[in-house]
C-alpha cells in the first residue's frame, strides 16, 4: 500500500513538472531529421569547429550532418559499437569500438575517411556481449581517457580472447554478476600523449559517460545493479576504487585472492562512494554522459553544472555539486521532462550556438532512435539553481525571486532521508526511510535563497525534497518539484 502510494505522488509531481514546463517555456525541443534507411542509434555526438555535427552510430555508420541545410553526409563505416567521439579536426576524429580505440581520417580531403588507424586495444576482449567502451575525452595536459565496461554474468566468453585470462576476475559458481576476466574491464584507463595506456580507476559496472567539468575534474555515471545500490556520479581520481569488486584482480600487485569471496566491510572499507547517487525509480534509472554547462549562459542560468542524460526516461538530469570536506557531493534534479523528449537520451553536446543536442539509442536497451536538441528561449526558468549544504540544514537558490508566502510555508518542504545498501544483490531497497522535519525557514533580502534548518542531519544518506507550491514573485511555478542531495559527509564550522 504504502509504496502504491508513493507512486501515485511520484506521478502527480511528475504531472506538474510537465504542466509546469509547457507554461514557462524557457526550453523547447526540436528533432532532427535522420538520413532515410540509417538505423540511428546514437552513440555518439560532437561538433567539428566548423560547426557541423558528427555522429557516430552502433551499427558502425560515421556521419556528418550541416544544421544549416539538414544535410546529411556519411564520413565513414564498419565500426563496432562505436560508442564515443573525439574531435581532433574537420577531417580527423577518435572514435571508441568495440575491439579499439581507432583514429579516423580524410587524408585526401574528399569528406569520407580513407584511413581508419589503431591507437590502443592493449586490453582485455572475450567477445561478451556486454563488453562497451565509451569516451575518449582529453585533460588539458593531453592525455586520453575511455572507460571499459565488465563483462555481463548473463554471457561468456570466447575461446578466443584477448589478454590474458584470469578466473578470479569472476564469481565463483554464478553467472549472475558482472565480472572481469580479461585486463581491465570495470576501468577507467589513460591513454598518455606517448601512446601508453595505463589503469587509472577501477570498480566500475557499467560507465555509461565520462566527462570533465570546467575545472578539469574528471567525472563518470555508473549504472544500478549487482554492488551498485542505485546509479551514482562518480569523481573519478586516479588509484580509487568505485565499488564493484570483479576489476580489482587487475590492480597491481593485488593478493587478495577473489574480490567476490573478501567481506562486503572489507570492500566497503576501499570504496570511495558516489559523490551524486540518482534515486532508483525516482530521479535516473541509467544514466549517461555527464556534460558540463560551458555557454557562458547561452543554455540558460546553469553554467558550469552538469547535465545528465537518461536512457529509460524523457528526461535530462541537472547536477549542482559543492565540496564538503574536500571532497564532491551535492544535489540532481529534473532539468528536462517529456513535451517532445525522447528516450534513450545517451550521448549530450553543446551546439556553436549553445543548445544542447542529444543522441538517442534503443540498442538492445529501453530507449529510442535519432537525435534531438533542447534550446533555451531566453525566458528565465523558474527553478531551484543550487541547493547546499549547511551545519543544520541545506540553502535552496533560486533562478528568480520568491514569492514569500509560499516560500516560507513549511507544509511546501517534504524532506525524507534513506541510503542504499552495498551489497552483492543486484539493485537496493531504500533503508531506514524517515519523514525529516523542517525546524525553521529563513529568506534572504533578494527572495532568491531560503535557509532550511533540519530536525537532524545524517552522513551517508540521501535527502529528498518534495517542494510544494512554491511560486515566483511574478506567479510562475516552479519547474521541477523533486531534488535529491547525497549527504557524504557533514558540514561544520571548519568546512
Same mark, same amino acid.
Given at each position: 500500500?504504502?509504496?502504491?502510494?508513493?507512486?501515485?505522488?511520484?506521478?502527480?509531481?511528475?504531472?506538474?513538472? $510537465?504542466?509546469?514546463?509547457?507554461?514557462?517555456?524557457?526550453?523547447?525541443?526540436?528533432?532532427?531529421?535522420?538520413?532515410?534507411? $540509417?538505423?540511428?542509434?546514437?552513440?555518439?555526438?560532437?561538433?567539428?569547429? !566548423?560547426?557541423?555535427?558528427?555522429?557516430?552510430?552502433?551499427?558502425?555508420?560515421? /556521419?556528418?550532418?550541416? #544544421?544549416?541545410?539538414?544535410?546529411?553526409?556519411?564520413?565513414?563505416?564498419?565500426?563496432? %559499437?562505436?560508442?564515443?567521439?573525439?574531435?581532433?579536426?574537420?577531417?580527423?576524429?577518435?572514435?571508441?569500438?568495440?575491439?579499439?580505440?581507432?583514429?579516423?581520417? !580524410?587524408?585526401?580531403?574528399?569528406?569520407?575517411?580513407?584511413?581508419?588507424? +589503431?591507437?590502443?586495444?592493449?586490453?582485455?576482449?572475450?567477445?561478451?556481449?556486454?563488453?562497451?567502451?565509451?569516451?575518449?575525452?582529453? !585533460?588539458?595536459?593531453?592525455?586520453?581517457?575511455?572507460?571499459?565496461?565488465?563483462?555481463?554474468?548473463?554471457?561468456?566468453?570466447?575461446?578466443?580472447?584477448?589478454?590474458?585470462?584470469?578466473?578470479?576476475?569472476?564469481?565463483?559458481?554464478?553467472?549472475?554478476?558482472?565480472?572481469?576476466?580479461?585486463?581491465?574491464?570495470?576501468?577507467? @584507463? +589513460?591513454?598518455?600523449?606517448?601512446?601508453?595506456?595505463?589503469?587509472?580507476?577501477?570498480?566500475?559496472?557499467?560507465?555509461?559517460?565520462?566527462?570533465?567539468?570546467?575545472?578539469?575534474?574528471?567525472?563518470?555515471?555508473?549504472?544500478?545493479? %549487482?554492488?551498485?545500490?542505485?546509479?551514482?556520479?562518480?569523481?573519478?581520481?586516479?588509484?580509487?576504487?568505485?565499488? &564493484?569488486?570483479?576489476?580489482?584482480?587487475?590492480?597491481?600487485?593485488?593478493? =587478495?585472492?577473489?574480490?567476490?569471496?573478501?567481506?562486503?566491510?572489507? $570492500?566497503?572499507? /576501499?570504496?570511495?562512494?558516489?559523490?551524486?547517487?540518482?534515486? &532508483?525509480?525516482? @530521479?535516473?534509472?541509467? #544514466?549517461?554522459?555527464?556534460?558540463?554547462?560551458?555557454?557562458?549562459?547561452?543554455?540558460?542560468?546553469?553554467?558550469?553544472?552538469?547535465?545528465?542524460?537518461?536512457?529509460?526516461?524523457?528526461?535530462?538530469?541537472?547536477?549542482?555539486?559543492?565540496?564538503? *570536506?574536500?571532497?564532491?557531493?551535492?544535489?540532481?534534479?529534473?532539468?528536462?521532462?517529456?513535451?517532445?523528449?525522447?528516450?534513450?537520451?545517451?550521448?549530450?553536446?553543446?551546439?556553436?550556438?549553445?543548445?544542447?543536442?542529444? *543522441?538517442?539509442?534503443?540498442?538492445?536497451?529501453?530507449?529510442?532512435?535519432?537525435?534531438?536538441?533542447?534550446?533555451?528561449?531566453?525566458?528565465?526558468?523558474? %527553478?531551484?539553481?543550487?541547493?547546499?549544504?549547511?551545519?543544520?540544514?541545506?540553502?535552496?537558490?533560486?533562478?528568480?525571486?520568491?514569492?514569500?508566502?509560499?516560500?516560507?510555508?513549511?507544509? =511546501?518542504?517534504?524532506?525524507?532521508?534513506?541510503?542504499?545498501?552495498?551489497?552483492?544483490?543486484?539493485?537496493?531497497?531504500?533503508?531506514?526511510?524517515?519523514?525529516?522535519?523542517?525546524?525553521?525557514?529563513?529568506?534572504?533580502?533578494?527572495?532568491?535563497?531560503?535557509?532550511?534548518? $533540519?530536525?537532524?542531519?545524517?552522513?551517508?544518506?540521501?535527502?529528498?525534497?518534495?517542494?510544494?507550491?512554491?511560486?515566483?514573485? +511574478?506567479? !510562475?511555478?516552479?519547474?521541477?518539484?523533486?531534488?535529491?542531495?547525497?549527504?557524504?559527509?557533514? +558540514?561544520?564550522?571548519?568546512?
Amino acid at each position: 500500500m504504502t509504496r502504491r502510494i508513493l507512486t501515485g505522488v511520484l506521478f502527480c509531481v511528475l504531472i506538474q513538472t $510537465l504542466n509546469a514546463q509547457e507554461k514557462n517555456g524557457s526550453y523547447k525541443v526540436e528533432t532532427i531529421p535522420m538520413p532515410e534507411g $540509417l538505423t540511428s542509434e546514437t552513440g555518439g555526438v560532437e561538433f567539428l569547429p !566548423d560547426g557541423r555535427l558528427v555522429a557516430c552510430f552502433t551499427r558502425g555508420e560515421v /556521419m556528418t550532418y550541416e #544544421p544549416s541545410t539538414k544535410k546529411w553526409k556519411l564520413f565513414a563505416e564498419g565500426l563496432h %559499437d562505436p560508442l564515443g567521439i573525439l574531435v581532433v579536426s574537420n577531417s580527423e576524429l577518435l572514435i571508441i569500438q568495440r575491439p579499439e580505440l581507432t583514429r579516423v581520417k !580524410d587524408t585526401d580531403g574528399d569528406g569520407t575517411a580513407d584511413l581508419y588507424e +589503431k591507437v590502443t586495444d592493449d586490453f582485455g576482449f572475450s567477445g561478451n556481449y556486454h563488453e562497451f567502451n565509451y569516451g575518449p575525452v582529453k !585533460d588539458k595536459d593531453g592525455n586520453l581517457f575511455i572507460a571499459l565496461n565488465s563483462s555481463s554474468g548473463a554471457g561468456n566468453i570466447r575461446p578466443e580472447v584477448r589478454g590474458e585470462i584470469n578466473p578470479l576476475g569472476r564469481e565463483n559458481g554464478s553467472k549472475g554478476q558482472m565480472f572481469s576476466n580479461v585486463p581491465y574491464r570495470g576501468w577507467v @584507463m +589513460k591513454l598518455s600523449p606517448d601512446g601508453v595506456l595505463k589503469p587509472f580507476a577501477s570498480g566500475f559496472r557499467s560507465p555509461n559517460g565520462i566527462g570533465f567539468d570546467l575545472d578539469g575534474n574528471l567525472f563518470a555515471t555508473d549504472n544500478q545493479g %549487482d554492488w551498485i545500490g542505485t546509479s551514482p556520479l562518480h569523481h573519478v581520481q586516479e588509484g580509487k576504487f568505485y565499488g &564493484h569488486p570483479a576489476s580489482l584482480v587487475w590492480q597491481k600487485g593485488w593478493s =587478495n585472492g577473489n574480490p567476490f569471496l573478501l567481506p562486503v566491510p572489507f $570492500l566497503d572499507s /576501499m570504496r570511495t562512494r558516489g559523490a551524486v547517487l540518482f534515486p &532508483h525509480g525516482i @530521479m535516473a534509472n541509467s #544514466p549517461t554522459q555527464p556534460l558540463c554547462d560551458n555557454t557562458g549562459g547561452r543554455f540558460g542560468p546553469y553554467s558550469g553544472q552538469l547535465f545528465i542524460g537518461e536512457m529509460n526516461k524523457e528526461r535530462i538530469v541537472r547536477v549542482m555539486l559543492e565540496k564538503v *570536506g574536500g571532497e564532491f557531493q551535492g544535489a540532481c534534479i529534473p532539468f528536462f521532462d517529456g513535451n517532445g523528449l525522447r528516450k534513450g537520451n545517451n550521448r549530450l553536446v553543446f551546439g556553436p550556438d549553445g543548445s544542447l543536442w542529444i *543522441g538517442q539509442n534503443s540498442h538492445g536497451w529501453l530507449g529510442d532512435q535519432g537525435i534531438q536538441r533542447i534550446v533555451f528561449t531566453g525566458k528565465q526558468p523558474a %527553478d531551484v539553481y543550487t541547493m547546499n549544504l549547511t551545519e543544520k540544514g541545506f540553502d535552496l537558490t533560486f533562478t528568480q525571486p520568491i514569492d514569500e508566502l509560499t516560500a516560507t510555508d513549511p507544509a =511546501n518542504f517534504k524532506f525524507r532521508h534513506y541510503y542504499y545498501k552495498y551489497h552483492n544483490k543486484y539493485g537496493s531497497e531504500q533503508f531506514d526511510v524517515q519523514n525529516v522535519p523542517v525546524t525553521a525557514i529563513k529568506i534572504s533580502d533578494d527572495r532568491k535563497k531560503i535557509s532550511l534548518t $533540519l530536525s537532524t542531519l545524517k552522513p551517508g544518506y540521501v535527502y529528498e525534497l518534495t517542494l510544494g507550491n512554491i511560486k515566483t514573485s +511574478k506567479g !510562475d511555478e516552479l519547474t521541477n518539484k523533486i531534488i535529491c542531495y547525497t549527504l557524504n559527509k557533514l +558540514k561544520s564550522a571548519n568546512f
